[in-house]
């Protein structure tokens, strides 16, 4: 069959503005293969450059100007005032990343200019400097259908924007619209997003897929059915080819395809992904490095190396579905030398869940023994295993930083998560690292169920002499999130936990708005995480 109709992958606000994330390069590369013409939009960097322009900083910084003095006034704007004014006008160089004197600096003028976009409006984009994230402050909670379905007519920070920007990109050309949704702040812009491009083409078939839909739509209602065509539950790869192939055919009353559901056919599992082995590369040749943020020379790409979590046991998460899948390091190596020789990237994230030990070091070993001069992070977990000869190896082979869930500083909570690890282990770890010059990023859980203040504090004591003692740490603390298909939710009474306190109107699998128990409350948890942030923050 002629493959004709190209499908047009979106990526949404409001998601981490760099790297670019990793779902549509995927999903590109497997189609693209396969024959079907691909064209990828990062609406996510679009709407940072967008807001981000020379212009729309100038009427920001007007718009600021006339608060001054007034209630309406937001709290922060002072803050964003100073760096206006310790940056001046290379907070609008955010297309010239190079004027920057570092990664610090530009991530101020990010945060700058999204205060800016914000300024009147009815929602708020919040930066984390931390993450790289953009989170998203809305009236409207993501995880009501009928709240969010209305939040799509009206979203005040994106007027105009699906309409300057994705609208021309959706040409008779394109037969398919695929738009992916990884995170709670990106569901109100997919629908919007949907709502922009029906009203211009009503015939286009326009799909919904991505890690937050494959947990929160597995149910829904008739009224998404007015604004997309249907939702595509697990990975992507297999359940699009054949909606291409559908869609192509003209032949939509076949038999249902894995994981998609639409208003005429409910959920009946997730679509499962051809094995790592099988896939081809990512394709990033619609994602510009320059467009990320990076000087020349200087650019980060995403890589993944396995599907799911090996250890999928934590309390506190949601799991994973399917089987653990990954690769051989000699795959990895093969796969990262193609890629920098296509795009000329020098360094790479591996964004897997978390790294097999025998995986992580034998790419490792491999890329020693091959002489390669590439910088890389990876997530990996506190382990036996990671000895200082270990440490060096990992150094040695070019890894910047490891990204460690350390979560909880204490046995009987670390106990209680099922992490499997201890605080023995911990602080054996952290000292190796440390010794070894290795950077880390630690998440850290405020108010697991039934810690209590003086447990959270003990453990901040614990981790911040480590700090004080050199090691090389981004901390990032996260109040406890309640989801109900943890294993905290399916078993509340098993964590102490006595009523869960849930809003109704969030009908998309929410988390818990609150719970009842022994420990620290928690909105005293998210207090906590701000205070341990201020005081890392200040004294680093």
């Known amino acids: 069959m002629l493959k004709t109709g190209t499908l047009l992958l979106c990526h949404l606000p409001f998601a981490p503005a760099t790297p670019p994330h990793l779902a549509l390069p995927v999903l590109a590369g497997y189609l693209r293969s396969r024959g079907w013409p691909v064209r990828c939009w990062d609406g996510n960097n679009a709407f940072v450059h967008r807001v981000g322009r020379p212009e729309a900083v100038a009427a920001g910084r007007e718009r600021l100007a006339a608060l001054r003095g007034r209630p309406e006034r937001p709290a922060w704007a002072d803050r964003t005032e100073a760096v206006l004014a310790r940056l001046g006008d290379r907070v609008a160089c955010l297309d010239r990343p190079e004027v920057f004197v570092s990664a610090r600096e530009r991530n101020l003028a990010l945060e700058a200019v999204l205060d800016l976009a914000s300024l009147g409006k009815r929602e708020r984009v919040l930066f984390d400097r931390v993450s790289n994230g953009l989170g998203l402050l809305s009236p409207s909670s993501p995880y009501s259908l009928k709240a969010s379905l209305e939040a799509a007519s009206a979203f005040d920070l994106l007027e105009g924007f699906f309409e300057d920007e994705l609208l021309p990109l959706a040409d008779g050309t394109v037969s398919v619209a695929g738009l992916s949704v990884s995170f709670a702040e990106q569901f109100q812009p997919a629908l919007r997003a949907a709502r922009v491009l029906k009203a211009a083409r009503p015939e286009l078939p326009v799909y919904l897929g991505g890690s937050f839909v494959s947990y929160h739509l597995r149910d829904v209602g008739d009224s998404l059915f007015d604004l997309v065509d249907g939702v595509v539950i697990g990975d992507g790869e297999r359940a699009l080819e054949e909606?291409?192939?559908?869609?192509?055919?003209?032949?939509?009353?076949?038999?249902?395809?894995?994981?998609?559901?639409?208003?005429?056919?409910?959920?009946?599992?997730?679509?499962?992904?051809?094995?790592?082995?099988?896939?081809?590369?990512?394709?990033?040749?619609?994602?510009?490095?320059?467009?990320?943020?990076?000087?020349?020379?200087?650019?980060?790409?995403?890589l993944r190396f396995s599907r799911g979590c090996w250890w999928n046991r934590c309390a506190f998460c949601r799991g994973y579905s399917g089987t653990y899948d990954r690769a051989e390091?000699?795959?990895?190596?093969?796969?990262?030398?193609?890629?920098?020789?296509?795009?000329?990237?020098?360094?790479?994230?591996?964004?897997?869940?978390?790294?097999l030990p025998e995986v992580l070091y034998g790419f490792a070993q491999l890329l020693t023994e091959r002489g390669s001069s590439f910088l890389w992070n990876a997530h990996f977990r506190f382990h036996p295993s990671l000895t200082l000869e270990k440490i060096v190896l990992l150094r040695q082979a070019g890894c910047s930083r490891l990204f460690l869930g350390l979560e909880a500083f204490s046995d009987r909570l670390l106990t209680l998560m099922d992490k499997g690890i201890t605080t023995e282990l911990i602080d054996r770890n952290l000292r190796d690292l440390a010794w070894a010059g290795m950077d880390v990023f630690l998440y850290v859980i405020v108010g697991f169920p039934t810690e209590t203040e003086e447990e959270a504090r003990e453990g901040f004591r614990r981790l911040k002499r480590h700090l004080d003692e050199g090691l090389s740490a981004t901390v990032q603390f996260n109040p406890f999130i309640l989801f109900p298909d943890s294993p905290v939710g399916r078993a509340p009474e098993k964590y102490g936990i006595g009523e869960v306190l849930c809003d109704e109107r969030e009908d998309l699998l929410a988390p818990a708005r609150s719970y009842r128990g022994p420990g620290m409350t928690p909105s005293r948890a998210v207090e906590l995480a701000g205070e341990f942030s201020r005081v890392l923050s200040s004294s680093s």
């Open 243 to 302: 909606i291409l192939r559908r869609e192509e055919g003209g032949s939509r009353g076949e038999p249902a395809i894995a994981g998609l559901v639409t208003r005429t056919r409910p959920f009946e599992g997730p679509a499962q992904a051809p094995p790592l082995t099988e896939l081809p590369d990512p394709d990033f040749s619609d994602f510009p490095p320059r467009r990320y943020f990076f000087p020349e020379g200087r650019a980060i790409l995403p």
């Open 329 to 355: 390091p000699s795959f990895l190596v093969d796969q990262l030398l193609r890629l920098a020789g296509r795009t000329r990237a020098r360094s790479f994230i591996l964004s897997d869940a978390c790294l």
